[in-house]
C-alpha cells in the first residue's frame, strides 16, 4: 500500500539509488534494460499511472544521486511508486 504524498509544496524529489552491481560474484543482475526500475506517479488514487523516469540498469551499477523534476500538476493526493521490470 502506498502513502499519498502532499507534493503542492515540491519542485522535485532526490534519492541515491543502486541497480545491481559491478562485482558479478556476488550481486547478480543490472545488466539487461529489463533490470532496471521506473518511477511512476498518480494523482487519482492509482487508477492510472505516469512515467516520471526510467532508470537503466547499466547506469546504476554503482550508487547514484539522482533528481527527478516533479510533474507540473501537484496535489495533496500523489503517490510514487518504484516498478521493477520482472
Known amino acids: 500500500m ?3 504524498l ?3 509544496h515540491v519542485d522535485f524529489i ?3 539509488v543502486q541497480v545491481g552491481g559491478r562485482d558479478a560474484t556476488r550481486c547478480f543482475g543490472g545488466k539487461r534494460r529489463e533490470e532496471g526500475l521506473l518511477l511512476l506517479y498518480s ?3 492509482g487508477i492510472t499511472w505516469s512515467l516520471m ?13 539522482a533528481l527527478v ?4 500538476v501537484r ?6 511508486p518504484w516498478y521493477v521490470y520482472y
Open 2 to 4: 502506498l502513502r499519498d
Open 6 to 8: 502532499d507534493t503542492r
Open 14 to 16: 532526490q534519492f541515491t
Open 43 to 45: 494523482n487519482n488514487g
Open 53 to 65: 523516469k526510467e532508470m537503466q540498469s547499466v547506469d546504476y551499477l554503482i550508487p547514484r544521486y
Open 69 to 72: 523534476n516533479l510533474p507540473v
Open 75 to 80: 496535489l495533496t493526493w500523489t503517490e510514487l
